[in-house]
């Protein structure tokens, strides 16, 4: 019998659960779990992945991604793409800038609610992971500050935040980052920051150039479409994005991943229609339930988050939703177990959630 044991901060690390799958449903599953565009990708990244993948799989793609970050620098209005890496999904950035920047003794900071990457990462490092208070499910910024201290390596903030769809505003973000101590790294996660329009999209951009500790990072997950791909990217600061590159695997985006992301970075007609259906429904699926009684929010990304009142009345309207075929996301190890967080689909799908949930408070 072997001796082999995990580090003790790896074995005390829980593991990120995922929106998973619905197994023996009658019929189609509304997949309403995972805030996937129910549009799937960009046609000009199917198309661009299907030249790839003719072209050849046995060379290696260019391991610095440079027409790659260039497309990226281009629709996104940055000068400097040497600024700008790239990565299988945004949740490898989380890990690597964690790695280059956090580790035993050190905290990583996050809200109380956040995405749950930003606790593996930190603890999978040996890091504390730290959580500030949240009121109303939002972060603020006098609680993100009164839960920095001299340990405090790296601050994790999403706006909007998965998975409740809260966000600060721009200007409350220039007020955090001006009060921050210059030893703390500060990264602003915007994933479902497309949701809200060029021009937010823009102002998050800047925020990387007003101070030298800041870091945006993005991902093709939501809006392009491109989840199963896995590719994100970050614009930061140039040292450290050198130090970044140094421990970064040299191909760790795939030749058919970074082509999707060429094709479609800079669709603006497919962004368009994806980000005004997700405006149109969003708002619908919060009227309706709102009208059912089930107290929602408004959200600033492309899920809604109703609320049930009970975590055992949210248990039964997730089975009810189960049985109908539909699968959303359970949120109690948020912190959050009278809630659940229901991804804006498709018109069809998004009826039908409406339509169970409908049925299920009037029974209930």
Not at 237 to 260: E, H, K, M, S
């Amino acid at each position: 019998m072997n001796t082999i044991k995990p580090l003790d901060h790896i074995a005390n690390t829980k593991a990120y659960v995922p929106g998973g799958k619905l197994h023996g449903a009658a019929g189609p599953v509304a997949m309403l779990a995972s805030n996937e565009n129910p549009f799937g990708p960009s046609p000009l990244a199917i198309e661009a992945i299907r030249a790839a993948a003719a072209e050849g799989l046995q060379i290696y793609p260019d391991p610095d991604y440079t027409a790659l970050r260039g497309a990226i620098a281009a629709a996104k209005g940055i000068g400097d793409p040497a600024r700008i890496v790239t990565s299988a999904g945004s949740d490898e950035i989380i890990h690597l800038l964690t790695q280059c920047y956090a580790g035993p003794g050190d905290e990583v900071l996050f809200t109380e609610h956040a995405f749950s990457m930003y606790e593996v990462s930190a603890r999978s490092h040996g890091a504390a992971a730290v959580k500030a208070p949240e009121t109303d499910m939002t972060a603020g910024v006098n609680s993100v500050l009164g839960a920095v201290s001299p340990r405090t390596k790296i601050l994790f903030l999403a706006n909007p935040n998965n998975p409740t769809g809260t966000m600060l505003s721009v200007e409350a973000l220039k007020s955090l980052q001006d009060a921050l101590p210059p030893h703390v790294l500060f990264v602003v996660d915007g994933a479902y920051s497309e949701y809200l329009g060029p021009d937010y999209e823009a102002e998050l951009r800047d925020l990387v150039d007003r101070r030298d500790t800041t870091v945006m990072m993005r991902t093709f997950s939501k809006i392009y479409g491109l989840a199963a791909a896995r590719l994100g990217w970050a614009y930061m600061p140039r040292p450290i994005a050198d130090t970044f590159q140094r421990i970064r695997g040299p191909f760790n985006v795939n030749a058919l991943a970074a082509a999707a992301g060429i094709a479609s970075v800079g669709d603006e007609a497919f962004l368009k229609r994806s980000r005004d259906h997700n405006t149109l429904w969003r708002a619908r699926m919060t009227g309706a339930l709102n009208a059912m009684g089930l107290a929602t929010p408004d959200s600033h990304a492309n899920f809604v988050v109703p609320d049930f009142g009970s975590a055992a009345r949210a248990a039964d309207a997730n089975q009810a939703l189960k049985d109908a075929g539909i699968l959303v996301r359970a949120i109690g190890g948020y912190g959050l177990p009278s809630k659940l967080r229901i991804t804006v689909g498709g018109a069809e799908d998004n009826t039908r959630v409406l339509d169970a949930l409908q049925a299920f408070t009037a029974k209930r």
